[in-house]
């Protein structure tokens, strides 16, 4: 549960760059996550690592070699090529993109992304004006027509000593993008997900805010989740540390109010909203201009008003799920929750265990209906509680179950 990657079959064509070394992190952190990963090196790419580095990450045979008769690797490539789930090429050079773009076909890597029929995903990595040059975009472009996904490059510093276009990607996004196009045709795949995050703010002055606990973790899981099962996500963030992923579009927030304007332009195009921001319920009646100063002040009192509850503004048609983070009677709480905001399953949680809820990487949920059905999960990551969420948001789905605020 969870996983997106168990039992993929992923082939890693790795050509010769300084970026080889991230390859290997790909490799390792892929097989980590229950992919059987395949590495196809041209020559280039062993004059930066040897293959048995890729062979101890990945616990596989590396191919090396078309041209060695007694390798049983120089013929492997063309089962592999049949068994591939996805073909990702990291890094991949100029060089290599001619010889993909053009049909060259003299290493393991240009022959086996002739043999198969998997997708194809490529993460260049090369100096800033060669990923600029009027050749190399040429290529890319014909690349793009025939269905080929480019995972960057980024920017930044490069090994010339330059800055500018041509980093690979780091691990976590190349794990992000490589996940989209796995769960491309997945069961959520044309539907649109809003998703929110995260713990709103509310300014008491330029610099101080009363915001909450919530890190988001969550929020984020569940959104990465309806990526990895095909769907278009939209995240709508509030303040935190958490890297965007990729795949997806993404707005920062801040306020309650900010997130409700957000949410509900997201909401026109969307099939689902799934609310798991901890949305703050007051703001202050007159924020301060400027910062309050401690030395002028001896007590501070702030006169809080409530925030509008934009839940029930969502346009009908679109499913609603909302979070109800509970103190005590956490089901009747949480069924209250589900009747007032006119929701199609709210998932509860108990905020005062200290495995489960904000902060930590685990949850504990329960799940509540509009038939009256309670199903309490067990204990598990937030990235399995997102997908057992999920599960019950796509069965919603699939019956047209859809939300209305009309009593």
């Known amino acids: ?49 040897a293959p048995i580095t890729f062979r101890s990450v990945t616990h596989r045979a590396v191919v090396t070699d078309l041209f060695d008769t007694n390798s049983h690797e120089a013929v492997e490539h063309v089962a592999l090529a049949k068994a591939a789930d996805i073909l990702v090429v990291a890094p991949a050079t100029a060089n290599t993109l001619y010889k993909l773009a053009h049909g060259q076909a003299d290493d393991p890597v240009s022959v086996t992304a002739l043999a198969t029929t998997a997708p194809l ?19 890319v472009a014909l690349l793009e027509r025939r269905g080929a996904v480019f995972a960057g490059p980024a920017s930044g510093h490069l090994a010339s000593g330059l800055e500018g276009w041509g980093r690979l990607m780091e691990t976590p996004e190349l794990l992000g993008r490589i996940a989209q196009v796995l769960g491309k045709h997945g069961d959520l795949a ?8 995260g713990g709103t703010e509310e300014a008491i002055d330029p610099v101080r805010v009363i915001s909450n606990r919530s890190s988001g973790k969550m929020g984020y899981a569940i959104a990465v989740a309806a990526r990895d099962r095909g769907a278009r996500v939209t995240l709508v963030a509030a303040p935190g540390a958490l890297p965007d ?22 909401c026109e195009v969307a099939d689902a909203l799934i609310m798991a921001a901890a949305v703050a319920d007051f703001r202050l009646a007159e924020p301060s201009a400027h910062k309050i100063k401690r030395r002028d ?62 902060e930590v990487d685990t949850n504990q949920l329960t799940l509540l209906d509009r038939d009256g059905g309670v199903d309490e999960l067990e204990l598990m990551s937030k990235r399995d509680a997102a997908w057992a969420l999920l599960d019950r948001a796509t069965a919603l789905l699939a019956e047209g179950k859809r939300g209305s605020c009309r009593a």
């Open 297 to 358: 002040i001896e007590r501070l009192s702030l006169d809080l008003i409530p925030n509008e509850d934009f839940f029930n503004a969502v346009p009908d048609g679109v499913m609603r799920i909302g979070f109800s983070a509970e103190s005590d009677d956490m089901l009747a709480n949480a069924r209250q929750t589900l009747d007032s905001k006119h929701l199609d399953l709210v998932a509860a949680n108990d905020i005062t265990r200290t495995d489960a809820g904000f």
């Open 190 to 197: 044309g539907k649109t997900i809003v998703v929110s995050a």
């Open 121 to 139: 995903l490529i993460a260049p990595a090369m100096d800033g004006n060669m990923w600029h040059h009027s050749a190399v975009q040429a290529n």
């Open 1 to 49: 549960m969870g996983r997106p990657f168990d039992g993929k079959r992923v082939l890693l064509g790795v050509s010769g760059s300084i970026a080889v070394y991230k390859a290997v992190d790909l490799a390792s952190k892929l097989s980590q996550e229950g992919a059987l990963v395949d590495v196809l090196m041209t020559s280039a790419a062993m004059e930066f690592v």
């Open 245 to 266: 992923p990729v795949g997806m579009d993404v707005i920062h927030v801040a306020s309650a109010a900010e997130m409700g304007r957000a949410v509900l332009a997201a």
